[in-house]
């Protein structure tokens, strides 16, 4: 079912030949030697096209910070974006590089003890034309914020040092899983399924776990889940997961697998690295095999401003940012200029909605020069609110709590 490494290495030649320089594993000469800065966003910054190992689409430097396999979103370039994010803004999480697929030479395999018979096979052109959905979702990283355990709580965690920014929302077309799943013979002893990627084993520590895959309980699968070929009315980028992926609102990103090939179904529960090792919550106060297996994401809030960002004294600025929790669509918005001190609510630019993030702005005229901390606390419409602290967990998953954002007044 997965196309040979030289097959696979001649479509990324052919279908992308000005960036194929990092798959083959050589540095391009039209791609930048260095990536920029990996620390704190500052002011000055120039856009300077990063590399990151196995991603496909330009990564300029005023838009993304590059993290190992993985592209950040830096906030305040989606202050031009509207509700959704563009593909070109969208932070890119890869365990290992994006596969360039062929839609002509895809097929998805659904198998398994859930399944009446099977294995059964979709093609590509035959998801096309079974009846579609849109709808509006966000993929956030479970591990989104994680930098903050650290430089806000003093924590040790492990995992991609993440600020704000894996987070983007899109519009996903495609079809519904349930859809897929009645065709392929589910049967009422199904419990769980599993979609797997196509992309490479994932090895870490010299291990190699197979190719990721995460159980999705059968409750789900056949609620809200859809298979993905379109994002923002336009086929699925390399990095997103063409031809087709996983989409999973409200859960953790890893739940959204990407170039999905195959769908396991099972009558028994099932495990993967994803569900055991990874995407649980370890440590003191946690259970000693971890948490149950993570599954929503849960409320955050930030500001589209640089960190560290020197603002005039006496001159009005209007703070923008946005809100999210997977939860309930965002009621309110609290922010504080004084370091916590007094609040005020912020005006809401979106009306409530599920699924979406929800865009907000203060106003604020610094008065004495020196430093300051703004803060913004999100509630949502079930009464949800952002902590002071988010729980610790040593892989550093679901940081909640209200950001402290430094700036100077000059
Ligand atoms: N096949 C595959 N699917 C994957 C991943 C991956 O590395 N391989 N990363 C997961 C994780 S951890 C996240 S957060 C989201 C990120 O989606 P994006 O890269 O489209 O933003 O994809 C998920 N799906
Ligand atoms: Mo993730």
């Not at 956030?140 to 430089?151: H, I, Q, Y």
């Not at 959204?256 to 990874?278: C, H, M, Q, Y």
Request: with cysteine.
């Amino acid at each position: 079912m997965s196309m040979a490494p030289g097959r696979r290495d001649l479509l990324r030649l052919l279908t992308a030949a000005p960036l194929a320089a990092t798959a083959l594993g050589t540095a391009g000469p039209a791609r930048a030697a260095t990536a920029p800065s990996t620390t704190a966003l500052s002011a000055t910054r120039a856009a300077v096209p990063a590399v990151a190992p196995g991603i496909e689409k330009p990564l300029p430097g005023d838009v993304f910070t590059i993290r190992g396999t993985n592209a950040e979103t830096r906030f305040p370039a989606l202050s031009h974006t509207g509700n959704l994010t563009p593909a070109s803004l969208f932070f890119v999480r890869n365990h290992t590089r994006s596969p360039i697929l062929d839609e002509n030479d895809w097929r998805l395999t659904v198998w398994g003890g859930g399944l009446r018979g099977g294995p059964v096979h979709f093609g590509y052109g035959e998801l096309r034309s079974m009846p579609s959905v849109t709808r509006t979702a966000v993929i956030e990283c479970a591990g989104n914020g994680r930098s903050l355990f650290t430089t806000q709580q003093g924590e040790e965690v492990s995992g991609t040092s993440w600020t704000m920014g894996a987070i983007g929302a899109a519009r996903w077309r495609g079809v519904r899983l349930r859809d897929v799943l009645h065709r392929a013979g589910l049967t009422s002893a199904a419990v769980d399924v599993m979609p797997r990627g196509l992309d490479d084993d994932f090895v870490t520590g010299g291990e190699n776990l197979g190719r990721v895959r995460r159980p999705l309980p059968v409750a789900k699968a056949l609620d809200d889940v859809i298979l993905a070929y379109e994002m923002n009315g336009e086929p699925l980028p390399y990095d997103h997961g063409f031809p087709v992926r996983v989409v999973v609102p409200a859960w953790i990103g890893i739940a959204s697998v990407k170039w999905v090939g195959d769908i396991e179904v099972s009558d028994t529960p099932l495990a993967s690295p994803w569900n055991t090792r990874f995407y649980r919550l370890f440590g003191p106060g946690h259970p000693p095999g971890g948490s149950a297996p993570l599954t929503r994401q849960t409320i955050k809030s930030a500001l589209e401003l640089p960190w560290e960002e020197r603002v005039p004294a006496g001159t009005p600025l209007r703070l923008t940012g946005r809100a999210w929790s997977a939860a309930a669509p965002i009621r309110r918005v609290d922010v504080s200029t004084d370091g916590g001190a007094r609040w005020h609510p912020a005006r809401l630019h979106d009306a409530p909605r599920r699924h979406g993030w929800t865009r907000w702005s203060a106003e604020w005229t610094p008065r004495s020069a020196g430093p300051a901390t703004l803060l913004s606390r999100a509630t949502d419409l079930r009464g949800n609110v952002q902590p002071v602290r988010a729980a610790h967990n040593t892989q550093g998953y679901l940081f909640d709590a209200v950001v402290r954002h430094p700036v100077t007044v000059v």
